[in-house]
């Protein structure tokens, strides 16, 4: 079965994965996360990404952002891609690639989803017991949501400026929120679908998208079709 095209469109904001080959960490210490991170946010400002979350994990990272032009996503990743492999054989005398395939992405609708996908992204080294608190650990944006510190890298989406009308109100409001337990399914359903690149939205959202792509943006019914009943209009 032929492989999906990758949905990427202007203005849409994506969930982005990239995994280790193999689950091998692809960060080893401090430095390879500073060099990821510095490498991250000049490509974005590059090619017009903005970057609304992020998580750093020991073996791969997810991204939360919105491309200025369709083809902005792309660049920014594979350009990311290759200058980090470089940067990394280089650096422990290794060579071949570092990364699992290529990168996973979906488009999801912000009004439904955006604010739980941010906290599945930020919340992840607790859920992965790396750390007690999420809140600890350096390589994620929830420090910057929390009011913690300024992350120039970030571009808070409208979305998050809708939790209140100051900066502490919504930072306040973020933290009640994250402090609550993430709905099981909707985590399921974000996993799932960035894998296979379905998007993470409701009927009328997916319908709103059909307008800018010819790409598939619904699976297939599993099996095959039923057969009309003996007599049925054809």
């Known amino acids: 079965m032929a492989r999906l095209a990758r949905l990427a469109l202007a203005g849409c904001v994506h ?7 193999d689950r091998r960490a692809i960060f080893r210490d401090e430095t390879d996360f500073r060099r990821m991170l510095s490498d ?22 997810h991204l939360l952002v919105t491309p200025e032009d369709a083809a902005g996503l792309s660049r920014t990743m594979q350009t990311l ?25 979906t488009i999801l609708e912000p009004a439904v989803y955006l604010l739980d996908c941010m906290r599945y992204i930020e919340l992840h080294p607790a859920r992965s017991a790396l750390v007690e608190e999420a809140s600890s650990y350096p390589w994620s944006s929830l420090a910057h949501h929390l009011g913690r510190q300024s992350d120039p890298m970030i571009t808070d989406h409208a979305q ?38 379905w998007p993470l939205a409701s009927d009328a959202f997916i ?13 297939r019914p599993v099996g095959r079709p039923r057969r009309a009943p003996p007599g049925a209009a054809s």
């Open 81 to 105: 891609g290759r200058r980090y492999v470089r940067w990394f054989n280089d650096r422990y005398a290794r060579s071949g690639t570092l990364w699992e395939g290529r990168f996973r992405s």
């Open 160 to 197: 998050f400026w809708a939790l209140g009308n100051t900066p502490f109100e919504r930072q306040a409001a973020y933290a009640r929120m994250c402090a609550m337990p993430c709905d099981a399914a909707v985590l399921e359903r974000i996993r799932k679908d960035t894998h296979r690149g």
């Open 15 to 21: 969930h982005v994965l990239q995994r280790g080959l």
């Open 207 to 219: 319908e709103t998208l059909r307008r800018s792509t010819e790409r598939r943006l619904v699976r």
């Open 40 to 61: 991250l946010g000049e490509l974005c400002r590059q090619h017009a990404l903005a970057l609304h979350a992020y998580v750093l994990m020991p073996d791969h990272f």
